[in-house]
């Protein structure tokens, strides 16, 4: 399942996005976007987990948790919209 996390502190690194996850099972990958221009996060990300249980209570458990000091939105991401 793939997961979109927004609202992340712009000082959260990948590897404790990876950690806040893996507390509810496997983690296959973490993704947290970065502004091109700037080299800053752009305050979301992308976590993968391939258990469909685990990745759901992951949602359930992270969805509105404060993490760095801000209020995570975490929910099943949609795929891209190709235009």
Known sequence: MNIYVGNLSYGMS????????????????VKILMDRETGRSRGFGFVEMPNQSEAEAAVSQLNGKDVGGRALRVNEARPRERH
């Not at 990948?14 to 990958?29: I, K, N, P």
């Open 14 to 29: 990948e590897g404790e996005l990876r950690d806040a996850f893996a507390a509810y099972g496997e983690v296959s990958s």
